[in-house]
């Protein structure tokens, strides 16, 4: 069974940034990429950024790109920088592993964290 925490959301004004952080519990860490999603209520679980199993690869949605990166260390943690942040981006956001290729549908991955909220807003 694989264990997710997501932590690091907040309040913050549009034009702001917030630091999401995940630590994974999960055997052979860097087997397996990483991946971020978001889900807004009474919305589908929407793709945001993903890593490749090294890390030297990143991908982004559209809606997030410039403005987002993702990262992770070789231990256990992967990482949501986000700057310029919009109140399109409010929801709550979730990280999630796959052992398979890049894939940007969340019916792809099977294993979640708790989540955390992330709200823009004057």
């Known amino acids: 069974q694989v264990y997710l925490k997501e932590s690091g959301g907040g309040l ?19 087997n397996y990429r990483m991946a971020w999603f978001r889900q807004s209520p009474g ?11 090294g890390g030297a690869t990143s ?14 260390d070789n231990v256990n943690t992967v990482f949501l920088q986000m700057n310029s942040l919009k109140p399109e981006d409010t ?9 398979g290729p890049h894939s940007t549908d969340h019916t792809d991955y099977s294993d979640w964290g708790q989540g955390t909220q992330v709200t823009v807003s004057s």
Do not use: I
């Open 91 to 99: 929801a709550v956001y979730y990280c999630t592993v796959r052992a």
């Open 12 to 30: 913050v004004q549009p034009g702001g940034s917030l630091r999401l952080s995940c630590a994974a519990s999960v055997l052979t860490y860097n």
């Open 59 to 72: 991908y982004y949605a559209d809606s997030v790109k410039g403005r987002f990166t993702v990262s992770r």
């Open 43 to 53: 919305k589908e679980r929407e793709f945001v950024a993903a890593t490749s199993r």
